[in-house]
């Protein structure tokens, strides 16, 4: 299967489409370092375009039954389907409601699938069947790469003809000198307590359990004091817990914890001040960090897993998921410190 453009399977799925409602909503801030926004971007930017992006969250998608109604056409393109707690289950069923009505009155529907099972790990085997419904229901399965085609077809009980391929976004780099942004970083962030001649590994992105961040910093506490770990990223819902224990581990004089959103403008510091990005995903298709970090030319560490098996660079440094997953995370580690 050889990768289209989103525009063509748009207009394969639904010709003369004019209007795509996309869930959930594209953010307005922090453009520069957003999948949603870059995946959309050729579209918002281009007030020519005859297709128009129209987003929001689950809460309006009765909005997707009047363009039925008006006898639009429209396409539903919906980003991420889970649950974690009683709350989202109820929202759940509300989405499906509102997509099953869309479904029925004609509406032509894409899923994209951002990974095999949700990483948050709750109520996995409800989730697996609702993401099995959802599946079925709608017309187009939307993939970032070919090798994640048969772990997803078979996970979610689908043909793999259902599935289509447009590659995750890529993102631009701001360059900074690296003494600058060491400069800048220590006086806003790190109260100077990284020095020039220390090496900065960085694990940029939302905080959360599913990234393994504890155990990389208890790698980083059996290295050489001049290897810095810096994390930074905002903590992701239902973490908070997982946070305070990062921020208690003891002896991690070396590794330093950032759990605040990064404005847009200040990211291009972290990437240009890091020597290498770690990624040390538990189970992982794709990942919106790893071809940010890709795009500031610097090596990346990361699991030998889903679509980042198809990374063709010298810059991709594997590590292989399996029982000596950290013995073979620090060998890799290690290639690069003091």
């Not at 403008?265 to 990624?279: G, H, M, R, T």
Request: glycine share 4%.
């Amino acid at each position: 299967m050889n990768e289209t453009s989103l525009q063509v399977e748009y207009q394969k799925l639904c010709p003369r489409v004019t209007k795509v409602f996309v869930v959930p909503k594209i953010p307005q801030k922090n453009r520069d370092t957003s999948y949603l926004y870059q995946f959309y971007k050729s579209f918002l930017e281009n007030p020519s375009s005859q297709i128009k992006i129209k987003t929001f969250n689950a809460a309006f998608l009765p909005l997707i039954f009047l363009s039925r109604m008006r006898f639009e056409k429209s396409i539903l393109h919906y980003h991420w389907f889970e649950f974690e707690d009683a709350k989202s289950f109820i929202g759940i069923k509300w989405k499906l409601f509102w997509i099953i009505i869309y479904k029925i009155l004609g509406g032509k529907i894409i899923w994209t699938v951002h990974n095999k099972y949700p990483h948050h790990n709750k109520y996995l085997y409800l989730n697996k069947q609702i993401r099995r419904l959802i599946a079925k229901l709608t017309n187009r399965l939307h993939i970032h790469c070919e090798s994640a085609i048969g772990i997803c077809a078979e996970v979610l009980g689908v043909p793999e003809n259902k599935f289509f391929v447009v590659k995750h976004p890529e993102f631009s780099p701001t360059i900074i000198e690296r003494d600058k942004a060491l400069e800048k970083l220590n006086r806003e962030y790190l109260q100077n307590k990284i020095m020039s001649e220390d090496r900065v590994f960085l694990m940029f992105g939302a905080i959360a359990e599913y990234k393994g961040i504890k155990e990389v910093i208890n790698i980083f506490k059996g290295l050489d004091k001049r290897n810095k770990l810096l994390i930074a990223g905002f903590i992701k819902r239902r973490n908070e817990i997982y946070y305070d224990e990062l921020q208690s581990i003891p002896d991690k004089e070396n590794a330093f914890i950032i759990g605040k959103m990064i404005p847009d403008e200040d990211v291009p510091y972290f990437l240009c001040l890091a020597d290498c990005s770690i990624f040390n995903y538990r189970d992982v298709l794709t990942s919106g960090g790893v071809h940010l970090a890709f795009a500031y030319k610097k090596p990346v560490i990361a699991p030998f897993s889903g679509c980042l098996k198809e990374l063709q660079s010298n810059q991709i440094n594997f590590f292989k998921i399996d029982e000596g997953r950290n013995k073979n995370l620090v060998d890799v580690i290690k290639k690069f410190a003091y």
